[in-house]
């Protein structure tokens, strides 16, 4: 079974930048689309971005679009969220998720069946 380990949280000024990553064990991404969403303190989970492993197309939240950037990682079959220009809304919790997910879905939570464990990032001033 696809397990998905999600590192590279940290704490950083405003600014500043990260680079989240989202590996693969126990199966491959082939054939996934795969996601990141956040959840700050008091908040519900939020799309980020998402990438298809197989074609490459992404999609980005309106909050990060020109920010942040998604990539994928062949040797470390991994996916790669490249965070720049980092404020205060940013701090969250941040998961990556692994889904059939399809251009109208890509977005849903539900449409994910493969979830990290969550890696924190905090942007402070």
């Known amino acids: 079974q696809l397990q998905l380990v999600d590192t590279g949280g940290g704490a950083v000024q405003t600014g500043g930048s990260l680079r989240l990553s989202c590996a693969a064990s126990g199966g491959a991404f082939s054939g996934y689309s795969i996601a990141w969403f956040r959840q700050a303190p008091g908040k519900e989970r939020e799309f980020v971005a998402a990438i298809r492993w197989s074609g490459g197309n992404t999609w980005f939240s309106d909050s990060v679009k020109g920010r942040f950037s998604i990539s994928k990682d062949y040797t470390n079959s991994a996916v790669l969220l490249q965070m720049n220009r980092l404020n205060a809304e940013d701090t969250a919790v941040y998961y990556c998720?692994?889904?059939?997910?399809?251009?109208?879905?890509?977005?849903?939570?539900?449409?994910?069946?493969?979830w990290g464990q969550g890696t924190q990032v905090t942007v402070s001033s």
């Open positions: 998720a692994a889904g059939r997910a399809i251009a109208s879905t890509v977005a849903t939570q539900t449409a994910y069946y493969y």
